[in-house]
């Protein structure tokens, strides 16, 4: 098929203008040898009057011819001059002149049948001849032709099959650095997945560290309060004990003082106005200082310990408030916590699936262009062999 259409380009006008195709070239044994005409095939045209034209023929463009046709104004040419008669001798004619007249023509009648004979055969071993230079130019050609295909071929075959297997080395390449990027990227999930968890267990460890430190710390709290509560206690009823026997050896030193005035009173009646009248009075002074003086003691008394429950109530409000503060505290961190290591794990997990996502496409993309080149390559392949079965 394609050494047909070579052959039709070659053999078509050069002209460049026309670009009408030649009829096939017919063999000399297939061509039916007829009535040779001695008239040329194509019509002459008609004589004109306008017959003096120019032509001048520029190329202008490649491949292409410019012409321009000027015509001239007619010219009057002169009548041909006219034969002259031929004599009139038939009268004096006889039957030998006759005869003699037919005998020439005939020979001369046999004479241009063989000059036209000759011409014809010369005529045909040259079309012959003509026809064996074109077949043996078109069998050159057509094996020149056919051995430049076939040499282009095989170094398309050879460049293709080399550029196929490059495109085969990239893409194993390519698979190949996939796979390991694929892998490492695996490899990288599953490290950031074990130090979340390893962090994650840490801070669970810590904090349930954290926790024990702070109930160590508000149990020794608590110890430390019902120690003070123990040692407050005790000094309380120390005190209360040494108020006691202050008051109660104040009380017996008072009645011993009573009792020593009343022995003195006995003792001295003579002075007892006087000595009645002043124990009076130190009587009422000692018992109203005594007084005045266990009173302030009992007042005091009565402070301290006030003081001292104040004290106790507002370490025991601060201790709840402490254990409040420390259980919300734990709570707003817990949660925290939790959260961020939620966010944190769904933007791992996004971005994962994002870079597998890529990757697929990338690797769909590289699938979908071997398929092509496989594609191409059974085309190129299913060609040749359509191109051999047409030479």
Known sequence: MIIGLVRESVMQCFCHTCRAPLPPAVHRRQASIGKVKTKPRTHQPKKVKFVSTEVRCQEKTRGGLCYEVILSEPEVKATPPKRPNSPNNNKNVSIQDIEDKLRAAEERRQQLELNKVAALSAQIMKIEEASRKKDEQTNNFISVTRDALEQKMETHIGKREAYIHELKSKMKDHIDTVEKTRLSLEQQCDEVRSALEEKMNSASHQRDENIKKM??????????????????????????????EKLDQ?????????????????????????????????????STKMETKLMSAEQKREKEIQRKLEVVKKNNERQEEI??????????????????????????????????QRKLEVIKKNERRAEIVRQNKANNVSEPQTIASSG
């Open 215 to 244: 109930l160590e710390r508000l149990k020794a709290h608590e110890e430390q309060v019902h120690r003070v509560k123990a040692s407050n206690a005790e000094k309380f009823q120390q005190l209360e004990t040494t108020i006691q």
């Open 250 to 286: 104040a009380k017996l030193r008072r009645e011993q003082l009573e009792q020593e005035q009343k022995d003195k009173l006995r003792t001295h009646n003579t002075r007892a106005v006087e000595i009645k009248s002043f124990q009076e009075i130190r009587k009422t002074e000692v």
């Open 323 to 356: 254990k409040e503060n420390i259980e919300v505290t734990e709570e707003v961190l817990k949660t925290e916590r939790s959260k961020r290591l939620e966010t944190k794990l769904t933007a791992a997990e996004l971005n994962r699936e994002k870079e597998i």
